[in-house]
Nanobody, 120 residues
Framework: QVHLVESGGGLVQPGESLRLSCAAS????????LGWYRQAPGKERELVAR????????NYADSVKGRFTISREVVKNGVSLQMNNLKPEDTAVYSC?????????????WGQGIQVTVSS
């Protein structure tokens, strides 16, 4: 079982920055994907950014390209999300995501979620 813990959320004004961090613990064998999703009130959960670990490839939602940067934190077996030039529409609960592939089977883990609020 894998446990993910997010930190770094909070309330900021438009144009400011935040850095989210996610630390993973537990049985980590072969991490295939690390990522961040978000869900705003009344909306479906959406992918913000992810790292395809074996390929060392990153993907971003169009709405955050050029503003957000996802990075792997090897020491924490986790992932961070640097969010710059935040906008009110970035307000959401952000959740860390990890997928492992072990013996051909896929295992997904989610953090509990952390609130990010962008408001003047």
């Amino acid at each position: 079982q894998v446990h993910l813990v997010e930190s770094g959320g909070g309330l900021v004004q438009p144009g400011e920055s935040l850095r989210l961090s996610c630390a993973a613990s537990g049985r980590l064998v072969r991490i295939a994907v690390l990522g961040w999703y978000r869900q705003a009130p009344g909306k479906e959960r959406e992918l913000v950014a992810r790292i395809l670990v074996p390929a060392r490839e990153t993907n971003y939602a169009d709405s955050v390209k050029g503003r957000f940067t996802i990075s792997r934190e090897v020491v924490k077996n986790g992932v961070s999300l640097q969010m710059n030039n935040l906008k009110p529409e970035d307000t959401a609960v952000y959740s860390c995501y990890l997928r492992q592939v072990i013996g051909g089977d896929s295992y997904e883990s989610w953090g509990q979620g952390i609130q990010v609020t962008v408001s003047s």
